[in-house]
């Protein structure tokens, strides 16, 4: 990664994520097919509601016939994290017009959500939509034509996970995390490495009584305020 | 090639809420200016969600017992972190865990 901020160097940077789409994408377009959606409906909803997780959720909701309100709640607890990671990006963007805002805003993920994070110490703090578009639709294209490549392949295949790939979303996040933990130098290494166990904790903890996505936002609320009081007190 | 009409609702309303939950945060920070310890606590939120992700990929909820541990996953994810720690490049640390959970695999 470099300090370049333009179109191209935005589809450059997001290209190692580009496995995690595919991974996840086979998989979810082969269990949407197996669940009784057809090619169509896999696309649409990749395209319209470009939601991930929450896809495989909505399949499963609609697998045993729950009600659309009751879906939709679902899909909107299990992204509320949403909310806080595009506060987050927003405040890069202020600048810039409603209509870039809304653009990023609107094809935003958790990889290039983090993407950005990661970027934002190559380049003195600063983003620029011309590169977050060229990420953000890297990672649209990619995720649609993975799903619908599961939904062709459906029940050819079989499971795409005896290659592995589905670990690499995973392996994405860990390698997103330690490169934020060694290139952010607004907080210590060490600090990072102590909120990530205490998060860690945290987390594990919360999903004894709560379901992971539920713990998952409950996590993130209650960690992002732990880290600014032992920040401020660390400060003092 | 059919699309049902409850599919393509659930698609429409989903989609509406997840744009909603993506784009109205843009649109009030573009026009109001959040307080400083806002912009504080949010400075933790890349930390805290990568951190909270990779352990929801490892523990699941049970009810009535302690979460279910997905040992595939948390076996892969250790020679993963050592990749991170050695190449420090998103490519090669992607590639080296999925190798990683196909020998996983393998072997167990």
Not at chain 1, 87 to 110: C, E, H, K, P
Not at chain 1, 135 to 150: F, M, P, Q, R, S
Not at chain 2, 54 to 62: L, R
């Amino acid at each position: 990664m470099n300090g370049q901020l333009d179109f191209e160097t935005g589809i450059k940077d997001a290209l190692p994520t580009v496995f995690g789409y595919i991974g996840i994408g086979l998989a979810f377009g082969i269990v949407g097919k197996t669940s009784g959606l057809s090619v169509l409906e896999i696309l649409l909803m990749s395209l319209i509601t470009y939601a991930g997780s929450a896809q495989f959720i909505m399949v499963s909701l609609l697998l045993v016939n729950s009600s659309i309100p009751f879906i939709m709640l679902s899909v909107f607890l299990v992204n509320a994290r949403f909310i806080l990671m595009s506060t987050t990006v927003a405040q890069y963007f202020r600048q810039d017009s409603i209509w870039q805002n809304i653009g990023i805003g609107t094809l935003l993920t958790d990889e290039t959500f983090a993407l950005s994070m990661n970027k934002l110490n190559f380049t003195n703090h600063r983003l620029a939509p011309s590169w977050f578009h060229g990420a953000n639709w890297v990672a649209y294209l990619t995720w649609a034509l993975a799903t619908v490549a599961g939904g062709i392949l459906g029940n050819l295949v079989g499971d795409p996970k005896t290659f592995g790939l589905d670990f690499a979303l995973l392996a994405m996040f860990i390698g997103l995390l330690y490169l934020q933990m060694i290139s952010d130098r607004s907080k210590g290494f060490w600090f990072q490495v102590g909120m990530v166990i205490l998060i860690c904790v945290l987390m594990y903890s919360l999903t004894i009584f709560l379901s992971n996505n539920v713990a998952l936002i409950v996590t993130t609320l209650i960690g992002c305020f732990l880290g600014m009081v032992i920040e401020q007190w660390r400060l003092r | 090639m059919a699309v049902t009409i409850k599919v393509l609702w659930a698609i429409i309303g989903c989609g509406l809420v997840t744009w909603l939950s993506r784009v109205i945060p843009f649109v009030l920070v573009k026009n109001f200016d959040l307080p400083a310890w806002l912009i504080r606590y949010l400075s933790f939120v890349p930390l805290v969600i990568m951190t909270a992700l990779i352990m929801e990929n490892i523990f699941t909820h049970q009810a009535h017992q302690l979460p279910a541990v997905n040992y595939e996953n948390l076996l892969a994810t250790l020679p993963t972190f050592l990749a991170a720690i050695i190449s420090k490049s998103l490519i090669v640390i992607v590639v080296v865990g999925i190798i990683c959970m196909a020998l996983v695999r393998l072997i167990f």
